[in-house]
């Protein structure tokens, strides 16, 4: 079954934008935490951020802050990540998660802690 599904990426210049979107076909997202991570070939899959079910508290990668803004549409159940000032090392495949229950955007966001997953969409960044 599908759990959850990325949609947005795509090759954008660097310098550019690009606005990720994810939903929940089978369950309503606005009930979790959702986190965004990315991985890059070659490289360990990273939490790049998070937003707590009330959407009032977020967290950010270091590398990605004051760029990346995560936020979240209740009325129509999609959480987005806005990619701004993109610089080729943000290549990667993007996904998509739910935090386990309870443990909201706390703690490290280790991929254990996570049961739903997307499959991911592809965001490249080149000139």
């Known amino acids: 079954q599908v759990q959850l599904v990325e949609s947005g990426g795509g090759l954008v210049q660097p310098g550019g934008s690009l606005r990720l979107s994810c939903t929940a076909p089978r369950f309503t997202l606005d009930y979790y935490a959702i986190v965004w991570f990315r991985q890059a070939p070659g490289k360990e899959r990273e939490g790049v951020s998070c937003i707590s079910r009330s959407g009032y508290i977020s967290y950010y990668l270091d590398s990605v802050k004051g760029r990346f803004a995560i936020s979240r549409d209740n009325a129509n159940d999609t959480v987005y990540l806005q990619m701004n000032s993109l610089k080729p090392e943000d290549t990667a495949v993007y996904y998509c998660?739910?935090?386990?229950?309870?443990?909201?955007?706390?703690?490290?966001?280790?991929?254990?802690?996570?049961?739903?997953w997307g499959k991911g969409t592809q965001v490249t960044v080149s000139s």
């Open positions: 998660a739910r935090r386990r229950q309870s443990l909201g955007c706390s703690g490290s966001l280790a991929q254990n802690t996570m049961d739903y």
